[in-house]
């Protein structure tokens, strides 16, 4: 199994343009999640879904979008990229609901740059 | 103030040293969970427990429930022990892990 895979590595964005961070796990897991790392902080929550259709918001969902169309795919679109989108994105995902029971397996992450 | 509080922010050690983090929360909790971030910025689960005491190699994490507080043990450290360790709780209600904001451990040879 690959588990939870997330392309690209690495992106550099001028403002305002648009992009979708790709996140795609094989281990049949209902719960995904995304994250935003800044720089000495912890992780934040940016929308999580609970199965394929399913979507809500996390703590700091302005400026992104989420869609499920799949159990496996759980892309992060991101609309007129902004400076303080800069930061570190994990996807992940787990096997025992969203209320943290289940272990959380994470993909490599995402650096992305806005200039 | 925020709901899950690590200390120390930054440990320093010399290999073989026993080391100790330890993780407070504010809120009522299904489970807490340690991780382990590598310099190279990957994430991985280390420990998920919502009582008691669960070992891992050289790794013991601890809970108190009562007393809202874990600690992650490392014996016998080593330099590959160098990471960023993140603990985070899952709520008995709600949908979301609230992360601390990591200890950065850094283990000299």
């Known amino acids: 199994n690959a588990g939870v895979t997330q392309t690209p590595k690495f992106r550099i964005l001028k403002i305002g343009q648009s992009m979708t961070l790709q996140c795609t796990q094989d281990?049949?897991?209902?719960?995904m999640y995304w994250y935003r790392q800044d720089p000495g902080m912890g992780l934040k929550l940016i929308y999580y879904?609970?199965?394929?259709?399913?979507?809500d918001k996390g703590e700091v969902p302005n400026g992104y979008n989420v869609s499920r169309s799949t159990t496996e795919d759980f892309p992060l679109r991101l609309e007129l990229a902004a400076p303080s989108q800069t930061s570190v994105y994990f996807c992940?995902?787990?096997?025992?609901?969203?209320?943290?029971?289940?272990?959380?397996?994470f993909g490599p992450g995402t650096r992305l740059t806005v200039l | 103030k925020n709901e899950v509080e690590q200390s120390p922010q930054n440990l320093t050690a010399q290999e073989g040293e026993f080391i100790t983090i330890n993780c407070s929360y504010s809120?009522?909790?299904?489970?807490l969970h340690w991780l382990q971030q590598h310099p190279g910025g990957g994430i991985v689960s280390l420990f998920m427990?919502?009582?008691g005491k669960k070992k891992h190699g050289r790794l013991i994490a601890t809970i108190n429930i009562q007393e809202k507080h874990s600690s992650l043990h490392i014996t016998a450290s080593h330099p590959r022990d160098s990471a960023v360790y993140i603990c985070?709780?899952?709520?008995?209600?709600?949908?979301?892990?609230?992360f601390g904001e990591g200890t950065q451990l850094t283990v000299n040879p």
């Open positions: 992940a995902s787990s096997d025992l609901g969203t209320s943290g029971r289940g272990e959380q397996f």
């Open positions: 281990m049949n897991h209902n719960y």
């Open positions: 879904s609970v199965g394929a259709g399913i979507t």
């Open positions: 809120v009522g909790i299904s489970a």
């Open positions: 427990l919502s009582s």
């Open positions: 985070a709780v899952g709520r008995a209600s709600g949908s979301r892990l609230t």
